[in-house]
């Protein structure tokens, strides 16, 4: 029966994990639909979040049956709790990734992003991005190094968007004012992204550490 | 023992009921300060927001203990793991909050909100104070009309977002790039606060009758 048990937590893990991998495609292709104004790739992002959202609900029925059916203690317990923190992370990344290509949809054929903001963009995806794929390593390895290195990639985040907000708000911003709305919550979305990378990162080193960081027991998602 | 385990049980639930109401307090205070540009306000609704957190952070520590202690089944089981829900989403609406007072702060001694989106924004604030503690209620009575009034209350939120956009993105707008980036952000703030109230309602309604409002076992904070 333990071992059974073990079986179905180390499966839900696994599912993470490649739950983790389809939400950083899901933000690789919408940026695509982003930059590139394609149209079928923003649709199918959109359409897709229901299979993201299919794969969380999984997840969660999993994780309150094992909570339900078995007495899990200390270090399971700690661990089904933050899958269940994790999926519901992950859904809402997923969320957000739609967020995204629906503004993709919203301006085709134009071009939401403008010129003077695309390297930003750029940056900001790929940042956000390789975030998502760390978050999923750090709970695959349980490494403890990965989530401080999450930690620091939401500074450069924070800079990027900081950047993104002078480029918008300057004298020389003649793009008008939608498209400085779209690059507002835009880059929104982004930062959300990376903030609930930084959080799956935060919940690893709980689960290693058994402490968490800055006395938080989980950040809020 | 079982005793005191539903005397704890009971407490968290009268805890997170008044976590609402203070939560519902601060985004009061949180209007007031960026409506009146009432500096000394966003600054205290900034600082208090430490309250909220450390409210978040015990009620949580206290759900976990329950958790690792007891061995709930069934109800008892739905209830605590929604109450670590809850709890979370309590805690992003204060953050939610806080951000509302700094965009107050920022723009002080100007006021962030224009002429043009003064009343959509009064609006725009009372439903959303409307809806958290109409959350808080539901949550004490175990209410399911006021869960489903929660869902209702938030296609009213969506309507003014979209009327809010249409005003920013109109002809007639003179505000400039600045205050249109503020009434997009300030607008997603607020409506990220009534989703939180609207999966509130939902969780309460899982709850109350054991099945999920459209399928999903718990609505994604």
Redesign the interface.
């Known amino acids: 029966m333990r071992e059974t048990y073990h079986g179905q937590l180390d499966a839900i893990v696994v599912s993470l994990v490649g739950l983790t991998e389809t939400v950083a495609d899901a933000v690789n292709r919408a940026t695509r639909s982003l930059l590139n104004a394609d149209l079928p790739l923003a649709e199918q992002v959109i359409s897709d979040d229901r299979i993201i959202?299919a794969a969380?609900?999984d997840i969660?029925?999993r994780a309150?049956a094992l909570?339900?059916r078995q007495?899990p203690?200390?270090g399971e317990?700690r661990t089904i709790?933050a899958a269940?923190?994790m999926t519901?992370a992950l859904?809402?990344m997923g969320?957000l990734a739609a967020h995204i290509a629906k503004v993709a949809r919203l301006r085709y054929p134009d071009t939401a992003v403008p010129d003077a903001l695309r390297e930003n963009f750029r940056a900001m995806a790929t940042l956000s991005e390789s975030m998502v794929r760390t978050a999923a390593t750090t709970l695959r390895d349980r490494n403890v190094e990965n989530a401080a290195q999450l930690a620091e990639d939401d500074e450069e985040m924070d800079e990027l968007r900081a950047s993104q907000?002078r480029v918008?708000?300057s004298d020389d911003?003649n793009e008008?004012?939608?498209k400085?709305?779209d690059a507002?919550?835009l880059g929104?979305y982004y930062e959300r992204i990376a903030d609930h990378a930084v959080n799956i990162g935060s919940r690893v080193i709980y689960l290693t550490t058994g402490s968490a960081p800055e006395g938080?027991?989980?950040p809020?998602?």
Do not use: P, T
């Open positions: 959202d969380h609900d969660e029925q309150f909570l339900a007495s203690v200390a317990l709790v269940l923190r519901n859904g809402r969320d907000f918008l708000l911003w008008g004012v939608e400085a709305v507002a919550l929104r938080d027991m989980w809020k998602a």
